[in-house]
C-alpha cells in the first residue's frame, strides 16, 4: 500500500500545479486536509479497536478504502476532484492507522517495543522507496505521464488487499484477551504521562509541513520535474536506513532524550532548505530532513505504547494522530500561504524559527517528564 500511495505522493503537488493548475495556497490546504483527515480518521478507529477487540477487519477495510480512491486520482479533470481522492485515500489511511500500531504494540515486549516500532518505521519507508522510484521510471519513458503514474498505483493497493484479507491472521493476544466493553469517555483516563509525550509530538509535528513543500523546493531549485520523485526517494532511504538502529538505540537510552536530538534536525534541515540555491543543497535538507523523521518517528511511537493503558492503545494512538493531523493541517496550510505570498524561502524560515522554539521549550520539559522515558 505505501507503494502505491507514494507513487502518487511523490507526483501529486507538481501535478496540481503544472498540470490543473492550483496555486500554492490550494496545495497546501489539500495536503493538509488530507493528513488531517487520516488522523481524525485514526482516533475513532483506534477507539472501536479497543471496544471490539478485533484490529485486523479495520485494517482491512482502511486498506480497501485507499486502493479505491486511487482511480479517482488517475481520471481527475480539476484541483477539486483531486482534493476528493486524497480525502478519500486519506479516510483509508486513517482506518488502518491506530489499530495497526495498537498491534504492534499488542504483540511487542516492552524492553525491545523501541527496535519494534523502528523496525515498523523503516519497513514502511521500503515502500515509500519503492513507489517512486516506480514513478520515475514511468515519468522518464512517457513524458508528462502523471496519469499513467497514478492508474498504475492502483496495481500494489489491490495485492496488499489481497494478501492482508489472505494470510494476516490476528494474534490471540488481543483478539482473546483484549476485548473489551470500552466507553468513549475513558480517553481522559490516558494519563499524565501519554499526555506529556503527545503534547512534545504535537510541538514538532507543528514544525514540519507536508513533505509535499520538500518536491516543490526542489523543483523550484532546478530539479527536472521528471526526476521529482527522487526527492521522496532521498527522504526515504535516509529515513529507512536510520529509524530501526535508532528504535534499537531508544531502548538502551532515554527515548526523551533523542526527541531533543530530533528537534535539532529538523532546525538544520529547515536551515538549508531555507538558504539553498541548488538542488544539491536542497538535497542535503532533504536528507537531513528524512534523519530527522527516522530519530523521532518509531520513537515517539514507542513512547505512546510505554505510557498508555494496555486496554486503551487504540484510543491512545488515536488521541495522538488526531492531535497531530491538527497540527499538520495548521502547519500545511500557513506553509503554502508563506510560500505564495513571500517565497519559498519563507516557508522554511518560519519552519526553522519553530523547530527552534520548540527545541529550547522542549528541553526542561522533557528533562521534568522523567516518567516519559522507556518503560
Not at 67 to 90: E, I, M, Q, W
Amino acid at each position: 500500500m505505501d507503494i502505491s500511495s507514494e507513487m502518487i505522493h511523490a507526483l501529486l503537488p507538481v501535478f496540481l500545479v503544472s498540470v490543473l493548475h492550483a496555486n500554492m495556497a490550494f496545495v497546501g490546504a489539500v495536503e493538509g486536509i488530507g493528513e488531517a483527515t487520516a488522523s481524525i480518521t485514526k482516533m475513532f478507529s483506534g477507539w472501536l479497536s479497543d471496544r471490539f477487540g478485533s484490529r485486523k477487519f479495520l485494517a482491512i477495510l482502511g486498506y480497501g478504502l485507499g486502493t479505491l480512491s486511487k482511480p479517482l486520482f488517475a481520471f481527475a479533470p480539476t484541483a477539486n476532484y483531486v482534493l476528493g481522492a486524497r480525502f478519500t485515500d486519506r479516510v483509508g489511511k486513517g482506518i488502518r492507522g491506530a489499530p495497526r500500531d495498537a498491534l504492534v504494540s499488542d504483540i511487542t515486549p516492552p524492553e525491545i517495543r523501541g527496535a519494534a516500532f523502528g523496525l515498523r518505521q523503516s519497513l514502511d519507508t521500503v515502500g515509500a522507496f519503492v513507489g517512486p522510484m516506480i514513478a520515475l521510471v514511468i515519468m522518464a519513458l512517457v513524458p508528462n505521464g502523471f496519469r499513467l503514474v497514478f492508474s498504475v498505483a492502483i496495481v500494489p493497493g489491490v495485492i496488499a488487499v489481497i494478501i492482508l484479507a489472505t494470510f494476516v491472521k490476528e494474534p490471540k493476544v488481543h483478539s482473546e484477551s483484549k476485548k473489551t466493553n470500552i466507553k468513549w469517555s475513558e480517553w481522559t483516563q490516558l494519563g499524565t504521562p501519554f499526555w506529556s509525550v503527545t503534547a512534545i509530538g504535537t510541538i514538532m509535528t507543528f514544525a514540519r509541513f507536508s513533505e509535499a513543500f520538500l518536491v516543490l523546493r526542489a523543483q523550484n531549485t532546478g530539479l527536472p520535474i521528471a526526476l521529482t520523485p527522487l526527492v521522496l526517494i532521498t527522504m526515504n532511504i535516509v529515513y529507512g536506513a536510520s529509524a530501526y538502529p535508532i528504535g534499537i538505540l531508544s531502548d538502551r537510552l532515554t527515548r526523551s532524550h533523542l526527541l531533543v536530538v530530533g528537534f535539532g534536525l529538523l532546525f538544520l534541515a529547515d536551515f538549508v532548505l531555507a538558504s539553498s540555491s541548488n538542488t544539491l543543497l536542497t538535497g542535503l535538507g532533504i536528507a537531513i530532513w528524512g534523519l530527522h523523521m527516522g530519530a523521532t518517528q518509531g520513537v515517539l511511537s514507542a513512547m505512546i505504547a510505554d505510557t498508555s493503558p494496555a486496554n486503551l492503545k487504540g484510543t491512545a494512538f488515536g488521541m495522538f494522530n488526531l492531535l497531530n493531523g491538527i497540527a499538520v493541517l495548521g502547519a500545511s496550510f500557513i506553509a503554502g500561504l508563506l510560500w505564495q505570498k513571500f517565497g519559498p524561502a519563507a516557508t522554511f524560515e518560519w519552519g526553522c524559527t519553530l523547530s527552534l522554539f520548540g527545541l529550547i521549550g522542549s528541553v526542561p520539559f522533557i528533562k521534568r517528564s522523567k516518567s516519559v522515558t522507556t518503560a
